[in-house]
């Protein structure tokens, strides 16, 4: 997502799938929307990137067979710009949030946390590494 309004802080800006069947949700994504995906990986994991012609617009993985058996479905989870997401992190602590994963890098991207609100909503916080190259 090159859109410049995406790298706002406080703005939504990226999404995940975590898919129980990454290939059927590709499958899906690709014909409802016209979508492609690009594979890589992360942090010992696999990933696509769906595009929109040449853009980002969301990545897609296959969740992990412990989370399959713990019953946890398929999600999208929604990325909200921050300026500091270890700042951010320990805010959102600080007001009734828990870490569901801590501050980490995704090399030559971002820098992203993971919390549940205080009423059990997941999201994720985003600060962009390279804006000019993938703002969120």
């Known amino acids: 997502m090159t859109n410049p309004f995406s790298m706002w802080p406080g703005h939504f800006c990226w999404l995940d799938l975590a898919a129980a069947d990454a290939d059927v949700a590709s499958a899906f994504y690709k014909n409802l929307l016209g979508w492609t995906t690009q594979s890589h990986s992360v ?10 012609g040449e853009e980002e617009v969301a ?6 067979t412990h989370h399959l058996a ?7 989870t929604p990325y909200i ?18 870490v569901v ?4 890098a995704i090399p030559g991207r971002a820098r ?15 600060q962009p590494l390279h804006c000019e190259t993938h703002p969120g």
């Open 43 to 52: 942090h010992g994991g696999h990933f696509a990137s769906f595009r929109l």
């Open 59 to 64: 990545t897609i993985y296959q969740l992990r």
């Open 70 to 76: 713990q019953g946890v479905p398929s999600h999208w």
């Open 81 to 98: 710009a921050v300026t500091s997401v270890d700042l951010s992190v320990r805010q959102a602590a600080a007001l009734g949030a828990s």
């Open 101 to 104: 994963v801590a501050p980490f």
């Open 112 to 126: 992203i946390a993971l919390l549940q609100d205080p009423v059990g909503a997941v999201l994720g916080l985003w």
